[in-house]
Structures are given as C-alpha cells and as structure tokens.
C-alpha cells in the first residue's frame, strides 16, 4: 500500500516521513525526485540549459536553482514549461522507485510530495495524508529554514493548493502545529491504522 503524503511548504513533511521511517517504513522523496532529474547528464538538465543558457550552470555543472527560481518567479509561461519538461520525468522515477519499495515486503511505503494533488501524483497512491499546519506558521518554519525572501515564499504558497483543498482530499490528517510528543504518538496511530489496511490491500503500482 502506498501512502501519499502532502502538506504545504514549511509543514513538516519530512519530519513525519522520517517518524514513519523509524516505525519502519520506507518512503520515497518527490523533492529528491525532482533534484535527480536535473543532475548532470540528465535530458531535464540539457533541455533547462538549452532554454536559458550558460547562466543556468553553477561552476561544477550543477543547476542553480537560485538563477532558476528567479527565472520562474513572475513568469508563469515560464513555470509550465519547466513542469512540462520535468514532471513526467519525475512522475517515471518516483514508479521506479516505488516498485522498489513494493519489492521490500514492507506492508506500506510513503510518498511524500509537496504537489501530490497538483500534479497528478495523486493516481500513483492508495490513501492521502495531509500535513496541516496554519499557513502564518508555513512562513515563519520557512523563513528560518531557507535562504528564500518572503515574497519567494508566498508565491510557492500560491502555486500549492489552497489548505482548503488539501485537506477536502485527505483521508488521514495530522496537525504538525504542537510539540513532537503530539506528532509522534499520532504517526504511531496511522502506523496501525495502515499496517491494517495494507493486510487486505494488493492495489499494484501502474502509471
């Protein structure tokens, strides 16, 4: 069974799949995804590259995802495009990587994803769990996380899903606002919950 795990940014995505991990279950990273396709030697790279020249490029041939955001940031002709160019390949290495998970024998895996219902990931999973937290907490989380302005931050804010929306498609919902005792002892319940279902579930993975 395969568990999509969603929230905006700032909600604490990561800290619930690394809470699930310790209970033993495996998880695959969209954000990690999405770095792997524009590695070096990747064709979403060379397309990038090809769009926006030389500038693009750190020293080392890595992308500057600094340049590119700026690139993207009031351009939204702009921001299809790199979807178009990125998100099918994205969308190919995340079955990949599920179906290697699938090959474990754990009873359930996660995928966690920022834009699980914008872009269509939604098809790839069995249950959606939402990370909730209230959006005047997403920006202070992030502000202190990231080397991004605030401004950067409300336009990834509007390019997510409404909270509304997130959670109008959930089945499962954790509020990540409290103390990490809250947090724990509810992904020690969903742990359960899940190994439940999984024992009846045999739903394959497919595109």
């Not at 024998?105 to 990370?131: F, H, K, N, T, W």
């Not at 992030?142 to 959930?170: F, G, H, M, Y």
Request: aromatic share 4%.
């Amino acid at each position: 069974m395969v568990v999509g795990v969603t929230g905006g940014i700032g909600a604490g995505k990561s800290a619930v799949a690394r809470a699930f991990g310790a209970l033993g279950a495996g998880w695959v990273d969209a954000d990690d995804v999405a770095r792997e396709v524009v590695m070096p030697g990747e064709p979403a790279l060379e397309a990038i590259h090809s769009r926006y020249g030389d500038a693009i490029l750190q020293a080392d041939g890595t992308l500057d995802r600094r340049v590119l955001r700026e690139r993207i940031f009031d351009a939204p002709a702009e921001r299809r495009w790199l979807e178009s160019e990125t998100h099918p390949r994205i969308r190919e290495r995340l079955i990949t990587h599920l179906e290697r998970l699938a090959g474990t024998g754990a009873p359930y895996c996660l995928l966690v994803s920022p834009l699980l219902i914008e872009s269509g990931q939604r098809a790839l999973v069995d249950r959606v769990l939402v990370i909730d937290v209230p959006e005047t907490v997403q920006i202070e989380r992030t502000l202190a996380r990231d080397n991004v302005s605030r401004r950067q931050i409300e336009a990834i804010l509007a390019a997510q899903s409404p909270r509304a929306a997130r959670l109008a498609a959930a089945d499962d919902v954790i509020d990540n606002s409290g103390d990490k005792d809250a947090l724990l002892e509810r992904v020690a319940q969903l742990d359960r919950l899940y190994r439940q279902l999984a024992s009846s579930s045999n739903r394959p993975i497919s595109p």
